[in-house]
Nanobody
């Protein structure tokens, strides 16, 4: 089992920045690919970003590429999402997820483990 707890959400003006963090506990963190997903009101959950178990590979949704950066610190069991140039359409609940397999972390139905989510609201 892996337990995930997100933090860092909040209210920010358009153009601003936020940094989300996800603390993991349980099985060896360094074994898992990690991802961030989001779900806006009335919309389906969507993939945002993912990072491989050793941090060597990252992948982003087109909608956030160039604005968001995913990173991880395996010594601290943490994964982060730096969000810059935020837009109102980035408003959503952001979820951290983990899975042993890279392919699974790229899909909304794939990851085995999920956090409870943190709200990000971007005002115009």
């Amino acid at each position: 089992q892996v337990q995930l707890v997100e933090s860092g959400g909040g209210l920010v003006q358009a153009g601003g920045s936020l940094r989300l963090s996800c603390a993991a506990s349980g099985r060896p963190f360094s074994s898992y690919a990690m991802g961030w997903f989001r779900q806006a009101p009335g919309k389906e959950r969507e993939f945002v970003a993912a990072i491989s178990s050793n941090g060597a590979i990252s992948y982003y949704a087109d909608s956030v590429k160039g604005r968001f950066t995913i990173s991880r610190d395996n010594a601290k069991n943490m994964v982060s999402l730096q969000m810059n140039s935020l837009k109102p359409e980035d408003t959503a609940v952001y979820y951290c997820a983990a899975d042993y397999y890279w392919g699974a972390i790229l899909t909304t139905t794939g990851p085995d483990y999920w956090g409870q989510g943190t709200q990000v609201t971007v005002s115009s």
